[in-house]
């Protein structure tokens, strides 16, 4: 099983709304990764977590606030955010979190933020 | 910090053997090179990846010359179904993907 899954595929999300965002790998991956693409622009690394434990926040506002509950499963839970955040944010894995891994990715859940 | 400079764009045909070229002057020393492709709102999939000299797998091949401040991947015969995004990437201090390079494949 290679696969990493997102979910939900869509969400749509008021300023006040509180929601999150699922990630799952079954590859025995001990680094998992969000990225948020907005549209026409390579995709920007938020967050990273190696062991389960966060690794690295690529000084993401606060009212993103990823968790890592096992080595399987991330979390992005979402707060108050702004109609600019919209966009697709993908999450994705690796063996670990070392300078010659290659990343699996998710397909992704695309946010609008209204 | 190692920063990637791809081409925006480029046009090919079916058939054809496509080189993109990615620049990375300030490459380190234990640094990989890795390549991906991303299709419309899908995840970016990985393609190859290299250190040194050249490697090739079912899909692509990679060439990095000794120097490696650049490398080149190359498709033999793409199809339509080539036609995405490619993006090189680097790892330096963080995991900074250059901006990527749209290939258009035509009839």
């Known amino acids: 099983d290679t696969e990493v899954t997102q979910t939900p595929k869509h969400l749509v999300m008021g300023m006040t709304n509180k929601k999150s965002l699922k990630c799952e790998q079954h590859m025995g991956h001990r680094a998992m990764y969000w990225y948020k693409q907005k549209a026409k622009k390579p995709p920007e690394l938020m967050f990273v977590y190696s062991y389960e434990k966060l690794s690295i926040n690529e000084s993401v506002p606060s009212r993103f606030s990823p968790e890592c509950p096992n080595s399987s499963l991330l979390n992005l839970h979402l707060h108050a955010l702004q109609p600019e955040d919209s966009a697709l944010y993908l999450c994705?894995?690796?063996?670990?979190?070392?300078?010659?891994?290659?990343?699996?990715f998710g397909p992704g859940t695309r946010l609008l933020v209204l | 910090l190692a920063k990637t400079t791809q081409p925006i764009s480029m046009d090919s045909y079916e058939g054809q053997e496509v080189n993109i070229t990615c620049s990375h002057n300030n490459i380190a020393t234990n640094d990989y090179i890795t390549w991906y492709q991303q299709f419309p709102s899908q995840g970016p999939r990985f393609i190859i990846q290299?250190?040194?000299t050249k490697v090739t797998n079912e899909v692509a091949s990679l060439f990095i010359p000794a120097d490696r401040k650049s490398s080149t991947l190359s498709l033999p015969r793409v199809s339509l179904s080539d036609t995405a995004v490619y993006y090189c990437?680097?790892?330096?201090?963080?995991?900074?993907f250059g901006k990527g390079t749209m290939l258009l494949v035509s009839p």
């Open positions: 990437l680097v790892r330096a201090s963080t995991l900074t």
């Open positions: 994705a894995s690796s063996q670990d979190y070392s300078r010659g891994e290659t990343q699996y």
């Open positions: 290299g250190y040194k």
